[in-house]
């Protein structure tokens, strides 16, 4: 990936009120892949005291999307299919992975799982326009 690039992602396209409102953390950058991290706190609880669902899916969007940030991309998410496989926890840090899986010439799509420490708790799948194209 292009320093400028980089930069641009981790200084505009990541530092939006939306993810300060989240308080979102990107932690790593590669071409196709990014990982960004939340620590569930009560801002982020549902009724039933775990991470509420919308900042799970937040947090996978946010992650596939910064990692079709880094193909050069200029995405908005199309469609996004959410897998909730088990509950984020309260205090916990939830890392999600983003991966470029297939690089069309205006559609890409794209993976996103987030973890709770080892363990898988949400699976998806995202597709997205370039908005460059």
Excluded: W
Excluded at 48 to 70: F, K
Excluded at 101 to 106: A, C, V, W
């Amino acid at each position: 990936m292009k320093q400028e690039l980089f930069e641009e992602i981790v200084n505009k396209s990541f530092n939006s009120p939306y993810h300060k409102l989240l308080k979102l953390e990107l932690v790593e950058l590669g071409k196709g892949m990014a990982v960004v991290e939340i620590t569930v706190d009560e801002s982020i609880l549902n009724a039933l005291g775990i991470a509420h669902g919308g900042a799970t899916a937040s947090l996978c969007d946010t992650a596939m999307g910064v990692a079709v940030r880094t193909v050069g991309a200029l995405p908005t998410t199309v469609e996004m299919k959410v897998n909730y496989l088990a509950p984020g926890p309260i205090k916990e840090r939830l890392r999600a992975v983003g991966k470029v899986i297939k690089e069309g010439k205006t559609i890409i799509v794209a993976e996103g799982e987030v973890y709770c420490k080892d363990r898988l708790i949400v699976k998806s799948l995202g597709t997205y326009f370039d908005l460059k194209k």
